[in-house]
C-alpha cells in the first residue's frame, strides 16, 4: 500500500508539472515533542515500572529522526525546487532498539531491561501493530543528500541517545507531566504527616520524610554490600560494594558521635539522593517536615558544584520546592492535640509523649525566629508559601485545610488511570452499588421482619391486656351492682312474687294493669310520716 501510493504521488506531479511539485519524503522512526513509537517505553519508565521491554531481540538498526528536524527538512523542500523526487530524512544515530531502551531506562526508570513476549505486548495492547513493526525492522541509512544540499539548524543531528535529555524533557512538557515538587513546613503536631500523605494518593507523587529517606538508603546500601564476594561480580561492582561498605562504616561511626543520630550532613546527602532518583524526577514529591532550619535549606536546594560552574543560579532548580505549604497553629492548640490523641496513635511515636513533644515545640520555636526560618530561604528564592491554618477540632472538618492547599497546588500532572484501570474502577464502583443496593434491600427485609413480630408481639400484648380489662371491668360491675341486687331481693322481689301469684290466681283481663296496680297498693317502702 505504501508503495502504491508513493507511485500515486509521483505520477501527480509527473501529470501537471506546472501546479503541482510532487516529493516522496522516507523518514525515519519519528520522536520528540511527546513522543509516538517510543512512548510505551517513555511512559513504562515514567511509571516506575520494574524493567523496560525489548522486543523482536532488539538488535536490528533503527534509522531515527527528531520530529522538528523532519519538519525543517519539508520546509527545505517547499523552499527550493529539487531535482531528486525521493529524499532520506534520518539523523546520524545508528543505534538498536535495545541500546534505545535502555538509555530511556537509564535515564527515566530503573535501568533494567529484558527480552519481551512480542505476543503479550500485542494481546495486552501494550503497543500497536504499526509500531511493533516499526521497532522490529533493521535499516541502516545514510541521508547524506539530505546533509549535504539543505542548510537544516539540527535539534537532534547526532540521534536519539546523544539527546536523550533534551528529549525526556520534552516528552514531560508535551505530556503535561512536569514533576510535582511541594515541601510542607509546620511546628511538630500540626498535622503535615497526614496532608503529605491526602496529597501524595492525591496527586500520585512520592512522600518523602526523614525516617523513609534515612532507610531507604541505608536499605540500598545493605543490599550493595550484601554483592561482595558473590559469583560473577564484575570489578567494577566489586570496587562500588567495598566503597558502599566504607561508607556505611563511616555512617555508624559519625552516628555514634553524634549521639545515636546520623550527622546532618549525611542526612542531606540522603535527601539529594532521593529527590534526584528517576522517581522524583518523573512524578515529584512531597516534602514532610523537611528541611527544618535555613541552614539544611541552603545545603540541600544549593546548586552541585557542576550546576554552579554552569549557572549562575543560587539553587537547584531540580530538586527545589515550587510550592511551600506553611501550616500554622497556637501552640495552646497544639498540646490540646497532642494531649488528645487516641493511645494506639501515641504508642506509634515517641514523638508524641507529652515530655518528648514539648521539648521539639520548644526546639521548632527557638530555631525558627522571624529572620532565621526556612521560609525566609524560600522567600529569597522569590518562591513565597501558601499559609494554611490548622487548628480544626476534628478529622471531619480537614476538607477545609486539604482544599486549601490543593487550590494552592493546581491540578494533578500525571497520566491519570489507564483503560484497564478505568474498567476496573468502574467494576469495582458497580460492584459497590450493587452490594449497597443489596444491603438496602436486605436490611428493609430485615426491617420489615422485624416490623411484623414487633406487630404480632404488641397484638398479643394487646389481646391480653383487652381480656384483663374486661375481667376487671365485669369484676367492678358486679361490685357496684351489689347493693341494687340487695335491695331488689329484699324490698322488691317478695311483693312482685306475690302479685305475680295473685294475678294468677285471679286471671284479669290485662294482667300489667292488674300487676301495677297490685304492687301499688302493696309498696314495700315504708311510708314517709304525714302520707
Given at each position: 500500500?505504501?508503495n ?5 504521488v509521483?505520477?501527480?506531479?509527473r501529470?501537471?508539472?506546472d ?26 519508565a ?14 536490528g ?15 527545505n ?16 544515530g ?6 534505545i ?11 533494567k ?9 500485542l494481546?495486552?495492547n ?16 545514510d541521508?547524506?543528500?539530505?546533509k549535504?544540499a ?17 528529549i525526556?524533557?520534552e516528552y514531560r512538557v508535551?505530556r503535561?507531566?512536569l514533576?510535582l ?7 511538630p ?19 518523602i ?31 562500588e ?13 559519625g ?12 542526612v542531606i ?48 532548580a ?26 494506639s ?13 514539648l521539648?521539639k515545640l ?5 530555631v525558627n ?5 526556612v521560609?525566609?530561604y524560600?522567600?529569597?528564592l ?28 493546581g ?39 422485624q416490623?411484623?413480630?414487633?406487630r ?48 294468677a290466681?285471679v ?5 300489667v294493669?292488674f ?16 302520707q
Amino acid at each position: 500500500q505504501q508503495n502504491t501510493l508513493e507511485k500515486l504521488v509521483l505520477k501527480c506531479g509527473r501529470t501537471d508539472r506546472d501546479r503541482l511539485a510532487c516529493y516522496v519524503v522516507c523518514a525515519g522512526l519519528i520522536y520528540g515533542k511527546g513522543e509516538k513509537v517510543f512512548h510505551s517505553h517513555f511512559k513504562e519508565a515514567w511509571n516506575g515500572m520494574p524493567f523496560l521491554e525489548v522486543l523482536g531481540g532488539g538488535e536490528g538498526i533503527l534509522p531515527t529522526i527528531h520530529i522538528t528536524d523532519l519538519c525543517s527538512v519539508i520546509r527545505n523542500i517547499a523552499d527550493s525546487k529539487r531535482n531528486t523526487k525521493f529524499v532520506l530524512a534520518v539523523d546520524e544515530g545508528k543505534n538498536t532498539q535495545r541500546e534505545i531502551v535502555q538509555a530511556i531506562s537509564d535515564h527515566m526508570g530503573t535501568g533494567k531491561v529484558v527480552d519481551g513476549s512480542n505476543e503479550a505486548a500485542l494481546s495486552k495492547n501494550l503497543i500497536t501493530q504499526a509500531d511493533f513493526d516499526q521497532l522490529t525492522i533493521n535499516l541502516r541509512l545514510d541521508a547524506t543528500s539530505v546533509k549535504e544540499a539543505m542548510t537544516i539548524e539540527w535539534v537532534a543531528e547526532s540521534g536519539f541517545i546523544e539527546n536523550l535529555l533534551a528529549i525526556a524533557d520534552e516528552y514531560r512538557v508535551a505530556r503535561c507531566l512536569l514533576p510535582l515538587r511541594v515541601c510542607i513546613l509546620g511546628p511538630p503536631a500540626v498535622g503535615k504527616t497526614t496532608l503529605a500523605k491526602y496529597l501524595c494518593d492525591k496527586y500520585k507523587v512520592h512522600h518523602i520524610h526523614m525516617r523513609g529517606v534515612i532507610e531507604q538508603n541505608l536499605d540500598e546500601l545493605r543490599r550493595s554490600i550484601a554483592r561482595i564476594g558473590t559469583e560473577g561480580l564484575s570489578d567494577e561492582d566489586e570496587a562500588e560494594a567495598l566503597l558502599d561498605r566504607d561508607k556505611m562504616d563511616s555512617l555508624e561511626e559519625g552516628k555514634q558521635e553524634n549521639g545515636g543520630r546520623y550527622a546532618e550532613d549525611d542526612v542531606i546527602e540522603f535527601f539529594k539522593k532521593t529527590l534526584n532518583s528517576a522517581a522524583c524526577r518523573n512524578q515529584g514529591f512531597i516534602l514532610d517536615g523537611f528541611p527544618k532550619t535555613m541552614e539544611q535549606a541552603q545545603k540541600l536546594f544549593g546548586p552541585d558544584e557542576e550546576e554552579e560552574e554552569e549557572s549562575s543560579s543560587s539553587y537547584n532548580a531540580k530538586i527545589t520546592p515550587e510550592t511551600i505549604l506553611r501550616m500554622t497553629s497556637s501552640d495552646a492548640f497544639l498540646k490540646w492535640r497532642v494531649q488528645n490523641l487516641p493511645e494506639s496513635e501515641v504508642a506509634k511515636s515517641t514523638h508524641f509523649t507529652e515530655e518528648r513533644f514539648l521539648a521539639k515545640l520548644a526546639e521548632f520555636r527557638s530555631v525558627n525566629t522571624d529572620d532565621n526560618t526556612v521560609v525566609n530561604y524560600f522567600d529569597e528564592l522569590e518562591i513565597h508559601p501558601d499559609d494554611i491554618q490548622s487548628e480544626v477540632l476534628s478529622f471531619q472538618h480537614y476538607d477545609r485545610i486539604t482544599s486549601v492547599a490543593m487550590k494552592n497546588i493546581g491540578v494533578p500532572r500525571n497520566y491519570g488511570m489507564t483503560a484497564v484501570q478505568r474498567i476496573e474502577r468502574r467494576r469495582c464502583e458497580e460492584a459497590a452499588e450493587t452490594k449497597r443496593l443489596e444491603e438496602e434491600a436486605a436490611e428493609r427485609k430485615r426491617q420489615l421482619a422485624q416490623e411484623e413480630k414487633q406487630r404480632v408481639t404488641d397484638q398479643a400484648i394487646w389481646s391480653a391486656r383487652l381480656a384483663e380489662v374486661k375481667v376487671q371491668e365485669e369484676e367492678l360491675n358486679a361490685e357496684r351492682s351489689a347493693p341494687m341486687r340487695d335491695y331488689l331481693v329484699k324490698h322488691v322481689m317478695p311483693a312482685l312474687n306475690a302479685g305475680m301469684a295473685e294475678c294468677a290466681r285471679v286471671r284479669p283481663d290485662d294482667p300489667v294493669d292488674f300487676l301495677a296496680e297490685y304492687l301499688f297498693k302493696h309498696n314495700p317502702e315504708p311510708k314517709q310520716p304525714g302520707q
